[in-house]
């Protein structure tokens, strides 16, 4: 199965252009698809409808949207009611299996002054796949402030390992005469984290190595699946800067449950696709 996570910032790549043809045809073949920087009625490209353009290039997959940033551009009156137009910023799903049940999960953030200050979330998604039920989640962090990611991080962390003793989207789901919701063990957690490996950040988030053991797989952390792997490089990158500066960030992850580990089978990063300033990060379990 393959899984890929791709921040499509708005749909603006490298050149500065437009194009979600680009972006779809970076995407081709993956089971699941989480995405970052989605956009409804933004300027900067045109006021596309991302979330409909992506669902009509995956006709055959199943998807949810969620928006922490929701804001109203204008209103009209048509045929007698009111239409307002919002302009929405978030994370999206596409899957080829089923989605059991749809989370938006807000993170906590501190107020700027100077700088653009977008409300980050997590976007979790039960998805019934061939070996079973699996939570994905599509997450963004914060990406001017160590400290509002730390408190991220510590939010999400929770979420991950506490999740399936407190059920998901809804449970005791028998009293209106529906089956209780897989809330499996197993998940992947795949965005743009805005943090760079070994940093405060990463070793909050997937434990610090021990001089002598390194970093141990523990049910409290998930796992970077590029380090695990050894796919990550002393030069590898995920996101490259504007007007060909020359600078190259890795900042996007896969995260995986322990519990996966013996699936994990690849991961990488496509950095010949050109349709944003990040690259897709693939994985694929087996």
């Known amino acids: 199965m393959k899984l890929v996570s791709y921040n ?13 043809d680009r972006i779809a045809a970076s995407l081709a073949g993956a089971d699941i698809i989480a995405l970052q920087e989605v956009t409804r009625n933004f300027a900067r490209n045109g006021y596309a409808d991302l979330v409909a353009g992506l669902e009509a290039r995956f006709p055959e ?4 949207f969620h928006a922490p940033v929701d804001l109203l551009l204008n209103m009209e009156r048509r045929e007698g009611r009111v239409v307002a137009h919002r302009l929405q910023f978030g994370n999206m799903i596409l899957s080829r299996h089923p989605i059991l049940s749809v989370r938006g999960l807000l993170l906590p953030r501190s107020r700027t002054y100077d700088r653009l200050n977008l409300q980050r979330s997590a976007l ?13 989640y599509s997450v963004h962090l914060d ?41 499996p063990e197993d998940y992947v957690a795949l965005g743009d ?14 434990g610090r190595p ?17 380090a695990h792997l050894k796919k990550r490089a002393a030069g590898s990158y995920s996101w490259e800067g504007p007007g060909g500066a020359g600078e190259r960030l890795l900042l996007d992850y896969a995260l995986v449950s322990p519990s996966l580990l013996p699936r994990l089978a690849d991961a990488r990063i496509d950095t010949a696709a050109r349709g944003s300033d990040n690259f897709p990060l693939w994985v694929e379990l087996s």
């Open 124 to 136: 979790e998604a039960v998805i019934a796949t061939p070996e079973g039920p699996l939570r994905v």
């Open 61 to 64: 997959h199943f998807s949810c």
């Open 143 to 183: 990406h001017i402030s160590p400290e509002e990611r730390l408190g991220q991080i510590a939010v999400l962390q929770r979420l991950l390992a506490d999740t399936p003793q407190e059920g998901v989207a809804v449970t005791g789901a028998d009293e209106f005469g529906m089956g209780d919701t897989p809330a």
């Open 193 to 206: 984290f805005n943090l760079q490996p070994e940093s405060p950040e990463y070793q909050a988030l997937f």
């Open 210 to 226: 021990d001089p002598f053991y390194g970093r141990v797989p523990r049910r409290t952390h998930p796992v970077d699946a590029l």
């Open 8 to 20: 499509i910032q708005y749909g603006i790549g490298l050149d500065q252009k437009y194009d979600l």
